[in-house]
């Protein structure tokens, strides 16, 4: 006989069957049992439907009977009993660290102060357009890029899901950004505190197409000074100051911002000359201007130091000659490099340092040469005694005569740098700076040296040429330096044209009454808001008691303004009274403005305004040239609404209009040239190259 035990957890049955050759069943007690619950319907278990179990998987219950889930792909748990609902699991597949763990990219690694986490992505088509399109603007790529064939692949690759995009969109995509960018630049000066300062410039391109650089300067509600280029427009010839006036004018009216301009600064032309003046009659028309337009026109003192320098280093051609000709030498041949490099391991020196050969438009590149060729004095004097072939060599008076020349250059190339500056202000640095530039040609126009005094001569020369009629804000700007105030005027007058000089009344002058402008415009609200409400005071009561009210009124107003023109110029005492400032050269002085401007409302607008005025036109990289700003091959190949696009954006975006320029990569590094110990051939300059070998 044959026995079959099966056993039952869910009904707790055993059933035992006995096969005979009578097919007879026998049937255990518990058989009554099943029958009654047989006898029952079942509640069968109801399919899960939700799509949060295609993400989850059931455990076991555990011992204390609770139903839990487990997360197919990190491995975390959670209740699922059906009184909970499946909330708690939708919430965690959405934010799952490894939801996407098939594709590239999924996981990212932030190392941001030493810290590492992970996010998922999840891919965004526009998101990925406009990256796309900000890399095009700022690394300036042409719009081809996008359907470069390898550049796709690398796209595929990473997401299956990129929709590659042709030429066309990427520079649509352009001009929405530009345009939105637009927008907000012209709110956030719709909403500026203060005055606006501009800097003009003209660009041409390679095809000799002219365009007008024009940009904005403002220091915003939180004490941050702000520049912005707002437009690099085509500008078609003639490049008159009549042209030029009337293109200007209409940009800032159609930015809107033609009633709040403070100034503008232009480089040294007469069509620049003529144009300001043209300005400043069409914008006084509206009232627009301080003190009639008297503060206006800024030249651009980069330029003139530029123009100073280039004047001083006619009369040192000579010597720069010289110098200019060691370096080509040593440039000649690889041997020569060679050579020259075992004659400064020989004399010790420091073979890192750059040896520099100049860029003849640039003079800045000539400072740098003659600095770099003074520190390898020793290896060059030692180069002539193992070369009889090196015949340029200075002697040792002209290697005096050189660091002396490097020595005046280096003050101009100091004061160029901190002129050129775009993100402080730079309004409080023109008068030290140039007091101390005029005393120092002073003092080297008396030198015992004579090719240091007719350097110095013609220089003085250039200087008293265009100084002479520098702005007066210029010298008012120091005042509101907490570290200079009017003292450091009187000094420098003092000591530049005597205890006699009428120069600092006329500064004083000039003071009070810029400050008086600020104290009508600032009070004239107040005034006429008080008028208003004492006007619906008095509705009542004879003729007779309106005329004596009327009249008590006006001697109000008048008491009132008498005694806000006193408040305020007493506000303006209280601040020059006050000791200056120590500053170990790290002084903020928007940071104090900010800290004082309810101290000081008055004077604290004034700074703003005059704090923004930016003393150069353009950026340090086009402070040292001789020649215009020109713009680069593939942006003179494109149209001019693309242009002005691709440059106003970049600056929006990064706060760079055009190309920058390091003022170090304007020289040849000559001393990381490759040496190659078999051959002897013409080598190019590089500065990717390691110079040891």
């Known amino acids: 006989m044959d026995a079959i035990n099966i056993d039952n957890e869910e009904d707790d049955i055993e059933v035992s069957i006995e096969l005979t050759n009578g097919r007879s069943i026998d049937f255990t007690e518990q058989e009554s049992e099943k029958d009654v619950q047989t006898s029952k319907v079942k509640k069968r278990k109801r399919k899960l439907t939700s799509e949060v179990w295609s993400f989850f ?99 595929s690759y990473l997401c299956m899901d990129v929709k590659s995009f042709s030429r066309n969109t990427a520079r649509a995509d352009v001009m929405k950004i530009y345009k939105r960018e637009k927008n907000r630049i012209s709110n956030l000066m719709q909403l500026c505190p203060g005055r606006i300062c501009l800097t003009s410039d003209l660009w041409t391109s390679i095809v000799t197409d002219g365009y007008l650089c024009l940009t904005a300067h403002f220091i915003d509600k939180d004490w941050i000074l702000q520049k912005r280029v707002i437009n690099f427009c085509c500008m078609p010839p003639p490049h008159n100051g009549i042209s030029l006036a009337e293109k200007i004018h209409n940009l800032l009216c159609q930015w809107r911002i033609e009633t709040n301009i403070f100034s503008i600064t232009f480089d040294n032309a007469s069509a620049n000359d003529v144009a300001a003046e043209l300005l400043k009659t069409q ?39 010289k110098i200019r000709e060691c370096v080509k030498y040593v440039k000649g041949s690889q041997s020569r490099k060679k050579k020259f490099m075992e004659c400064v391991a020989q004399v010790s020196l420091d073979s890192s340092k750059a040896l520099r050969q100049d860029v003849p438009t640039r003079w800045n590149s000539t400072f740098l040469m003659l600095g770099s060729t003074l520190y390898y004095r020793r290896a060059f004097c030692h180069l002539q005694l193992s070369d009889s072939n090196f015949k340029h060599c200075p002697s040792q008076e002209e290697w005096g005569k050189v660091e002396k020349i490097h020595k005046i250059l280096r003050l101009f ?52 040429k265009y100084w002479s009629e520098f702005n007066l804000i210029l010298a008012i700007a120091v005042i509101f330096d907490p570290r200079y105030k009017i003292q450091f005027i009187e000094f420098s007058f003092n000591k530049l044209y005597g205890d006699g000089s009428n120069q600092l009344t006329h500064v004083r002058n000039k003071l009070l009454s810029l400050f008086d402008e600020y104290m009508r415009k600032s009070s004239k609200g107040s005034s006429s808001s008080s008028f208003t409400s004492q006007d619906g005071a008095y509705s009542h009561g004879s003729d007779h008691e309106k005329d004596d009210i009327d009249f008590i009124k006006e001697f109000e107003t008048f008491e009132s303004q008498e005694f806000m023109s006193s408040a305020q110029k007493t506000q303006l005492e209280l601040y020059l009274l006050e000791p200056k400032i120590k500053s170990d050269g790290t002084f903020d002085v928007l940071a104090y403005w900010k800290a004082h401007q309810y101290r000081y409302p008055v004077l604290a607008q004034m700074a703003r305004d005059i704090l923004t005025i930016p003393i150069s036109a353009v950026a340090s990289e086009s402070a040292f040239s001789v020649g215009g700003r020109v713009l680069d091959q593939y942006r003179s190949s494109l149209k001019p609404n693309i242009v002005e696009a691709l440059v106003c954006t970049r600056d929006r975006l990064y706060g760079q209009g055009a190309s920058q320029v390091n003022s170090n990569d304007l020289t040849e590094d000559i001393m990381n040239l490759n040496i190659n110990k078999d051959e002897d051939v013409s080598a190019k300059c590089s500065n990717e190259v390691n110079l040891e070998t």
């Open 283 to 321: 914008l006084s028309l509206k009232d627009a201007l301080l003190c009639d337009g008297s503060f206006f026109h800024i030249r651009c003192c980069a330029h003139i130091l530029n123009l100073i320098v280039q004047e001083g280093l006619k009369e040192i051609d000579g010597f720069v000659d």
């Open 413 to 464: 190339y100091d004061i160029t740098c901190l002129f050129s500056g775009m993100k402080y202000p730079t309004a409080n640095l023109y008068f030290p700076l140039v007091s101390k530039l005029q005393l120092s040609l002073t003092h080297e126009k008396q030198s015992y040296d004579g090719f240091l005094r007719r350097m110095a001569t013609q220089m003085f020369g250039k200087f008293e």
């Open 57 to 155: 998987d059931l455990l076991p219950l555990d011992s204390d009977g609770k139903q839990k889930c487990k997360c197919k792909k990190c491995g975390s748990c959670y209740l699922c009993d059906s009184k909970y609902g499946t909330g708690n699991l939708k919430r965690h597949m959405e934010s799952c660290v490894r939801k996407y763990t098939d594709d590239v990219g999924q996981l990212l690694i932030s190392r941001t102060e030493g810290s590492m986490f992970a996010r998922s992505l999840k891919f965004n088509q526009e998101k990925f357009q406009e990256l796309i399109t900000i890399a095009i603007v700022r690394h300036d790529l042409p719009f081809q890029f996008v359907e470069y064939e390898a550049v796709r692949d690398v796209f």
